[in-house]
Nanobody, 120 residues
Framework: QVQLVESGGGLVQAGGSLRLSCAASGGTFYTMGWFRQAPGKEREFVIALTLSGSTTSNLDAAKGRFTISRANAMNTVYLQMTSLKPEDTAVYYC???????????????WGQGTQVTVSS
């Protein structure tokens, strides 16, 4: 059974930083990434990283402020967020795919989400 468990969300002031973590179990995942959903908006792709080291990102959302990495065990993925803005407030979801997932499509497995709130 595949499980993705996120952690690290919380409340932070504008300009601050947070690091989200996602631990996956139940398989090996070639692509792991992050999506987010703000209140009243659709879920949007943020960034993803493959086992081969390729990164894809939604530049409008990340704009160089978000960095993705994977732990040596490769089934844990991190999202380092810096210079946070109130518009980054959203539920952040970890996602995983056993194969390539390009530009945010192709993910089969999802976490429950972790709330990130950025105050102005």
């Amino acid at each position: 059974q595949v499980q993705l468990v996120e952690s690290g969300g919380g409340l932070v002031q504008a300009g601050g930083s947070l690091r989200l973590s996602c631990a996956a179990s139940g398989g090996t995942f070639y692509t792991m990434g992050w999506f987010r959903q703000a209140p009243g908006k659709e879920r949007e792709f943020v960034i993803a990283l493959t086992l081969s080291g390729s990164t894809t990102s939604n530049l409008d959302a990340a704009k160089g402020r978000f960095t993705i990495s994977r732990a040596n065990a490769m089934n844990t993925v991190y999202l380092q967020m810096t210079s946070l803005k109130p518009e980054d407030t959203a539920v952040y979801y970890c996602a995983a795919a056993k194969g390539p997932a390009v530009d945010g499509s192709g993910f089969s497995y999802w976490g429950q989400g972790t709330q990130v709130t950025v105050s102005s």
